[in-house]
Each structure stands twice: as C-alpha cells, then as structure tokens.
C-alpha cells in the first residue's frame, strides 16, 4: 500500500486518498476510504484518470485501503452491496432491508456468479 501511494504522489500532487460516505449495517454512516485514481484538476474535462489510476482500476488495487474500513468493523470482505449516501436515499422501502446487513467489500452475488463460472467451465467426470 505505501509503495502504491507513493507512486501515486510522483504522478499527480492530488490526495493519495478518497473518502465517500456510505451507509452501513443498520444505516450507520461511514466513510469509504480508497486511493484517488482521477485527476484532481478541476479544470479538467470529465475528471480524466491519471495513468497510475488506470492501472490500478483495471487491477482492482484502488480499493485496498478498504482493508481500513474492514479492520473497523465497518464493512466486511464479503456480503451485501456496500451503499453511497446518495444511493441509500433513493432506494424503496422494499430495497432498503440491505441496509440491515454488513456490507462487504466484495459482494455475494459476486461470488455466487463466479463459482458458478468455475462450475459450468469444469469438466465433469
């Protein structure tokens, strides 16, 4: 983590870090931390991503910081969809019962799709 924010701060004088409020089990409020992959650059047209950032999305390492948020109990490695403020509100009555749950870095259908991936490749004897 600490060679990947120094990389970071060679290639852009921005924030290492980004953090973005999300609602957590039983609606408690947190910050989601993970590494700043845009420009900050405000003049810059559609936030474009700087080259380290690219790599990193394309990897999935801009969100190894959430490892923090897990280590505080705040999410976990794995369950539901973890949701912004923004998103949290607009969902139904019916939707917000996720709320009620961890949410996890990685999502459970995540996982359910990819080990039925696996299966459906493996050659059954």
Not at 69 to 92: M, P, Y
Request: aromatic share 8%.
């Amino acid at each position: 983590m600490l060679l990947l924010a120094l990389f970071m701060k060679v290639d852009t004088q921005a924030p290492i870090f980004e953090r973005t409020w999300h609602v957590g089990e039983r609606g408690k409020l947190f910050k989601i931390i993970k590494y700043r992959t845009k420009s900050a650059n405000r003049e810059a047209i559609n936030q474009n991503t700087t080259q380290i950032g690219k790599w990193m999305h394309k990897s999935g390492l801009e969100n190894l910081p959430q490892l923090l948020n897990v280590l505080r109990g705040e999410i976990g490695l794995f369950g539901s969809r973890c949701w912004t403020l923004e998103d949290a509100i607009k969902l139904t009555p019916e939707a917000q019962k996720q709320l009620n749950h961890l949410p996890g870095i990685i999502s459970s259908w995540e996982v359910e799709t990819e080990s039925s991936v696996l299966h459906l490749d493996s050659q059954v004897s």
